[in-house]
């Protein structure tokens, strides 16, 4: 059984921390970029990439094989090379890279995941039946379809789910909490939203608590053992959660929309609408029930050295709160694990205290 995901996270980060060399900048300000073989010990393959994507690479690597850290890794001494199974992965790493660049002109069209498909072992039989992989969304090259709304219709109607413009605007802060549901183990989870772009949640576990949070120019997370700054990517992916008014800003955010046909989601078919072109915005995929207009999922890809690392959230239980419908469930979907938030109160135009959004310095 695999681990808890939240503190399959945490170690993640713990990680992390550990194996950095040495920096004492301050959370609130990003340090210069380094590479992975300046910030991080024993690193043979992927010296230079910036040093910010390779914790994001080694969680493609435990996705596409379904494994977690200590596959490769000795536990707590992760520059160790005592195991058989690092110096394959090295290896498995290099012809990847090499297929790619001569074949693909560099272009990440091969990856982990295209042989492992979940599995520590390459899969090299053709699935049948239910058990046969369905094609791997693609996020370029997509054509719309003439049978289907266009994007503004979609999106209008979202905008009219959840109550319109004017009742989204009028709402300046919310305050959520419920419980987080990770793996069968349940937690208390507090959630702070000020307009336009803040986001701090709050999750107690056993000793301490573990924040993500997001103000609008940095991010962080914090657990008992240390603090993790996030890297621009993952700030830009939290700048997304955060945004308070994202039914009314969407067409801000991105410049190119591309119906496509969606598939059943909880019993409800769905139209999904592609963004691309936001700039530092990752590209997104969005998913509307096709009666309520409402949003029901969302998939986002972070970039990694290796290939495209997807982050899925589903959202259901929509309510109204103060003339707007918000979603009073959510689950967060990553290779390798998941959770569930479900809100059971919900306060809107409340003051926030200002203090939650200020970084802690690095523990």
């Given at each position: 059984?695999?681990?808890?995901?939240?503190?399959?996270?945490?170690?993640?980060?713990?990680v992390?921390?550990?194996?950095?060399?040495?920096?004492?900048?301050?959370?609130?300000?990003?340090?210069?970029?380094?590479?992975?073989?300046?910030?991080?010990?024993?690193?043979?393959?992927?010296?230079?990439?910036?040093?910010?994507?390779?914790?994001?690479?080694?969680?493609f690597?435990?996705g596409?094989?379904?494994?977690?850290?200590?596959?490769?890794?000795v536990?707590h001494?992760?520059?160790?090379?005592?195991?058989?199974?690092?110096?394959?992965?090295?290896?498995?790493?290099?012809?990847?890279?090499?297929?790619?660049?001569?074949?693909?002109?560099?272009?990440?069209?091969?990856?982990?995941?295209?042989?492992?498909?979940?599995?520590?072992?390459?899969?090299?039989?053709?699935?049948?039946?239910?058990?046969?992989?369905?094609?791997?969304p693609?996020l370029?090259?997509?054509?719309?379809h003439?049978a289907?709304?266009?994007?503004?219709?979609?999106?209008?109607?979202?905008?009219?789910?959840?109550?319109?413009?004017?009742?989204?605007?009028?709402?300046?802060?919310?305050?959520?909490?419920?419980?987080l549901?990770?793996?069968g183990?349940?937690?208390?989870?507090?959630?702070?939203?000020?307009?336009?772009?803040?986001?701090?949640?709050?999750?107690?576990?056993?000793n301490?608590?573990?924040v993500?949070?997001f103000?609008?120019?940095?991010?962080?997370?914090?657990?008992?053992?240390?603090?993790?700054?996030?890297?621009?990517?993952?700030?830009?992916?939290?700048?997304?959660?955060a945004?308070?008014?994202?039914?009314?800003?969407?067409?801000?955010?991105?410049?190119?929309?591309?119906?496509?046909?969606?598939?059943?989601?909880?019993?409800?078919?769905?139209?999904?609408?592609?963004?691309?072109?936001?700039?530092?915005?990752?590209?997104?995929?969005?998913?509307?029930?096709?009666?309520?207009?409402?949003?029901?999922?969302?998939?986002?890809?972070?970039?990694t050295?290796?290939?495209?690392?997807?982050?899925q959230?589903?959202?259901?239980?929509?309510?109204?709160?103060?003339?707007?419908?918000?979603?009073?469930?959510w689950?967060?979907?990553?290779?390798?694990?998941?959770f569930?938030?479900?809100?059971?109160?919900?306060?809107?135009?409340?003051?926030?205290?200002?203090?939650?959004?200020?970084?802690?310095?690095?523990?």
């Amino acid at each position: 059984m695999k681990k808890n995901f939240c503190f399959s996270a945490c170690l993640i980060l713990i990680v992390a921390l550990v194996l950095r060399t040495g920096s004492t900048a301050d959370a609130r300000f990003p340090e210069e970029q380094k590479t992975a073989a300046q910030q991080f010990k024993n690193i043979q393959v992927l010296k230079d990439i910036p040093a910010d994507q390779l914790i994001p690479t080694m969680q493609f690597i435990a996705g596409s094989l379904g494994v977690e850290c200590e596959f490769c890794h000795v536990e707590h001494q992760m520059d160790k090379d005592d195991k058989k199974e690092k110096k394959t992965a090295r290896k498995m790493m290099a012809m990847e890279l090499a297929i790619n660049k001569d074949n693909f002109d560099g272009n990440l069209n091969v990856t982990c995941y295209t042989c492992h498909r979940g599995t520590a072992h390459p899969v090299s039989i053709p699935l049948l039946g239910a058990d046969a992989p369905k094609p791997a969304p693609h996020l370029h090259g997509e054509e719309g379809h003439a049978a289907l709304p266009a994007a503004d219709e979609l999106l209008n109607k979202y905008l009219g789910a959840v109550g319109g413009a004017d009742a989204l605007s009028k709402i300046h802060t919310r305050v959520q909490k419920g419980t987080l549901d990770a793996m069968g183990h349940k937690s208390e989870i507090e959630v702070y939203s000020e307009a336009p772009e803040k986001r701090v949640s709050i999750s107690k576990i056993p000793n301490g608590s573990s924040v993500t949070a997001f103000n609008g120019e940095v991010g962080w997370l914090t657990i008992p053992n240390g603090v993790h700054r996030m890297t621009a990517q993952e700030r830009e992916a939290a700048r997304i959660d955060a945004e308070l008014y994202f039914p009314l800003r969407v067409r801000e955010m991105y410049k190119q929309f591309r119906v496509l046909p969606g598939e059943p989601i909880n019993g409800h078919d769905t139209y999904l609408i592609s963004a691309t072109g936001g700039d530092v915005h990752p590209a997104l995929r969005l998913y509307f029930d096709q009666q309520t207009g409402l949003l029901v999922r969302q998939i986002r890809y972070a970039e990694t050295a290796l290939g495209r690392l997807p982050t899925q959230l589903d959202y259901a239980d929509y309510k109204d709160a103060d003339g707007v419908k918000i979603p009073y469930q959510w689950t967060l979907w990553r290779p390798g694990g998941s959770f569930t938030i479900r809100i059971a109160d919900v306060q809107q135009n409340v003051p926030i205290d200002e203090k939650l959004f200020v970084p802690p310095a690095d523990k």
